[in-house]
């Protein structure tokens, strides 16, 4: 059990439709990261934030957002939903954001939009 | 801009064989490089990391890797291994600056122990 929890663990879903995946990072981490997995573009880094701000983008569409509030957590929300978006969506935490750190990973959130 | 490969996508080994997963990067610049493992229907953990010094990075599970600058390898091996040690392997390096980076993980290499 690394510490990051995700909710939900299952989330199904039609087309066009909006969804919220919610990320609580390890106690003292300030850094939360959100990755998709998918069998054809493998892991993708979506965005990191550190301590309520963001501080990096990697392919993440302008469909997707995500903010981290004032008590850490963090949620990534995916609107007008395609069949494509079907995915493991991983969140990972860091303690301090920075290139040296361990990220540590929670379950995922697999999505399934039909 | 910075990338990994993992050339094997499935590498099958029977147990208390030792093993080689290989992970090769480009970059022109100073590199952090991780291994992390992925067991059937959970998140990654890592494995090891390099970040400075000693080439030859040991990690949990016997795990170990070398990091060879002249020719951009990052290799993962362990000398014997276990039915428990079937997952998947991603190699990944930091892209970016302290502050605002970001992981490339190369596409992962299935490790399949035989009995």
């Known amino acids: 059990d690394s510490g990051v929890t995700q909710t939900p663990k299952h989330l199904i879903t039609a087309t066009g439709q909006r969804v919220t995946l919610r990320c609580s990072p390890r106690?003292?981490?300030?850094?939360v990261y959100w990755y998709q997995q998918s069998l054809d573009q493998g892991l993708q880094f979506l965005i990191q934030?550190?301590?309520?701000?963001?501080?990096a983008k990697g392919n993440i569409l302008e469909r997707f957002s995500a903010q981290q509030f004032p008590d850490l957590h963090s949620e990534l929300n995916l609107s007008s939903l395609e069949l494509g978006d079907s995915a493991l969506y991983f969140c990972?935490?860091?303690?301090?954001?920075?290139?040296?750190?361990?990220?540590?990973f929670g379950p995922g959130t697999r999505l399934t939009v039909l | 801009a910075q990338s990994v490969t993992q050339l094997d996508s499935q590498v099958p080994v029977f147990e208390e064989a030792p093993v080689e997963l290989r992970c090769n990067y480009s970059?022109?610049?100073?590199?952090?490089l991780f291994w992390y493992v992925q067991y059937p229907n959970q998140g990654l953990q890592l494995l090891l990391k390099?970040?400075?010094?000693?080439?030859l990075v040991k990690g949990i599970n016997g795990f170990e890797a070398e990091f060879n600058k002249s020719q951009t390898s990052f290799h993962l091996r362990k000398p014997s291994v276990h039915i428990s040690d079937t997952a998947e392997y991603f190699c990944?390096?930091?892209?970016?600056?302290?502050?605002?980076?970001?992981?490339?993980f190369g596409t992962g290499t299935r490790l399949k122990v035989l009995a």
């Open positions: 990972a935490s860091s303690v301090d954001g920075i290139r040296t750190d361990t990220q540590y």
């Open positions: 106690s003292g981490d300030l850094s």
């Open positions: 934030y550190y301590n309520g701000e963001e501080r």
């Open positions: 970059s022109s610049v100073s590199v952090y």
């Open positions: 390099y970040l400075s010094g000693s080439t």
């Open positions: 990944a390096v930091t892209q970016g600056t302290s502050g605002t980076y970001k992981y490339i």
